[in-house]
């Protein structure tokens, strides 16, 4: 009997490691790279630049429906910004207080796309937290998803994005925060119903989410329990945090940053029940099924200007965010191209 206890005891532990490893992709560490050459740091020099523009065009000020004129002033800049590249915007409106409101999208599809063509959909939701500027959240997302726009342009001065097997919807979502997360006039998940509804194949879908603050200070990463005892305690990381269903993409987007950023990639797969983790669009196209995670700083668990009125551009590490730019560019290419 007390045999059978000690196995118990050794073999119930066993089986809760190895479960978490497979929802788990551990902490691994950027394979040391060399100085980026002058050309290189010459460019994500560049594009920290203008992603400070767009994050002070965006999120100088609370922009969402309580303040009205300022979230219609970010959704004109991002639709200027996209015609700007060459590319032709959708804009999915409906009304919400008696507002109008909309979603922007753009799309690259293969050159014989039609209806059973399985597609990608990338993010970024573009309103602000009540009275917070919102710089961080999300502002660092949309200027990272508008660069990626531009880079995957003509007007960028490379190759043209042609996926070759999925389409790709790069979208800019209204109506994120409270009150309107994780409600149907949540921008996201009107993009997402309609996705389900019209029978276009989803394969899955990423939110840039909050990915502009960054600290190597001891501490200075929290995580819900239990992944305090897992993941490291300095917030100099990206991670992706997927949904169930999600291992497969959560996996592959893991491993292409980690060769193409040289900064640290974490990522796995966490249920919806877990503080923190389905706070994003990504848990709008989870509701229909599609795999679904988001790319991000962490949030709560790392800013302590998240949601406050103190999250202003200036706040921002763009000079990381170039970095992660450059990084998703390449994985995003790798994933359709």
């Given at each position: 009997?007390?045999?059978?206890?000690?196995?118990?005891?050794?073999?119930?532990?066993?089986?809760?490691?190895?479960?978490?490893?497979?929802?788990?992709?551990?902490p691994?560490?950027?394979?040391?790279?060399?100085?980026?050459?002058?050309?290189e740091?010459?460019?994500?020099?560049?594009?920290?630049?203008?992603?400070?523009?767009?994050?002070?065009?965006?999120a100088?000020?609370?922009?969402?429906?309580?303040?009205?004129?300022?979230?219609?002033?970010?959704?004109?800049?991002?639709?200027?910004?996209?015609?700007?590249?060459?590319?032709a915007?959708?804009?999915?409106?409906?009304s919400?207080?008696h507002?109008?409101v909309?979603?922007?999208?753009?799309?690259?599809?293969?050159?014989?796309?039609g209806p059973?063509?399985?597609?990608?959909?990338?993010?970024?939701?573009?309103?602000?937290?009540d009275d917070?500027?919102?710089?961080?959240?999300?502002?660092?997302?949309?200027?990272?998803?508008?660069?990626?726009?531009r880079?995957?342009?003509?007007?960028?001065?490379?190759?043209?994005?042609?996926?070759?097997?999925?389409r790709?919807?790069?979208?800019?979502?209204?109506?994120?925060?409270l009150?309107?997360?994780?409600?149907?006039?949540m921008?996201?998940?009107?993009?997402?119903?309609?996705?389900?509804?019209?029978?276009?194949?989803?394969?899955g879908?990423?939110?840039?989410?909050?990915?502009?603050y960054?600290?190597?200070?001891?501490?200075?990463?929290?995580?819900?329990?239990?992944f305090?005892?897992?993941?490291?305690d300095?917030?100099?990381?990206?991670a992706?945090?997927?949904?169930?269903?999600?291992?497969?993409?959560?996996?592959r987007?893991?491993?292409?940053?980690?060769?193409?950023?040289?900064?640290?990639?974490?990522g796995?797969?966490?249920?919806?029940?877990?503080?923190?983790?389905?706070?994003s669009?990504?848990?709008?196209?989870?509701?229909?099924?599609?795999?679904?995670?988001?790319v991000?700083?962490?949030?709560?668990?790392?800013?302590?200007?998240?949601?406050?009125?103190?999250?202003?551009?200036?706040?921002?590490?763009?000079?990381?965010?170039?970095?992660?730019?450059?990084?998703?560019?390449?994985?995003?290419?790798?994933?359709?191209?």
């Amino acid at each position: 009997m007390l045999i059978a206890c000690l196995s118990v005891l050794i073999v119930l532990p066993l089986l809760a490691l190895a479960a978490l490893r497979y929802w788990l992709v551990f902490p691994l560490l950027p394979t040391p790279v060399a100085p980026p050459h002058a050309p290189e740091a010459e460019f994500e020099g560049s594009l920290a630049l203008r992603l400070r523009r767009h994050v002070t065009a965006v999120a100088s000020e609370p922009h969402n429906v309580d303040h009205y004129p300022a979230l219609e002033r970010a959704a004109r800049y991002i639709e200027a910004e996209l015609s700007s590249y060459g590319l032709a915007t959708i804009a999915h409106i409906y009304s919400v207080r008696h507002c109008q409101v909309r979603n922007i999208e753009v799309m690259f599809e293969p050159r014989d796309a039609g209806p059973l063509t399985p597609t990608y959909v990338l993010g970024a939701h573009y309103d602000s937290p009540d009275d917070s500027p919102g710089a961080n959240d999300n502002g660092s997302g949309v200027a990272v998803a508008l660069e990626l726009a531009r880079m995957f342009s003509i007007s960028a001065g490379d190759a043209l994005l042609r996926p070759r097997t999925h389409r790709l919807r790069l979208v800019f979502w209204v109506n994120e925060e409270l009150p309107y997360g994780k409600t149907p006039d949540m921008g996201s998940w009107r993009h997402a119903k309609a996705l389900k509804y019209s029978g276009e194949p989803v394969a899955g879908m990423v939110a840039l989410e909050t990915l502009g603050y960054f600290s190597d200070a001891p501490g200075s990463q929290k995580f819900p329990f239990p992944f305090r005892w897992i993941y490291p305690d300095r917030g100099n990381f990206v991670a992706f945090v997927g949904l169930p269903g999600s291992r497969a993409l959560t996996h592959r987007l893991t491993r292409g940053l980690r060769r193409n950023c040289n900064i640290p990639v974490i990522g796995g797969v966490v249920p919806g029940f877990v503080e923190g983790v389905d706070l994003s669009d990504h848990w709008a196209y989870h509701q229909f099924g599609f795999p679904a995670l988001m790319v991000t700083d962490t949030a709560p668990f790392r800013n302590p200007r998240y949601h406050q009125p103190d999250d202003l551009p200036d706040t921002v590490d763009y000079a990381t965010l170039a970095r992660i730019t450059v990084g998703l560019e390449r994985t995003i290419r790798g994933l359709v191209e």
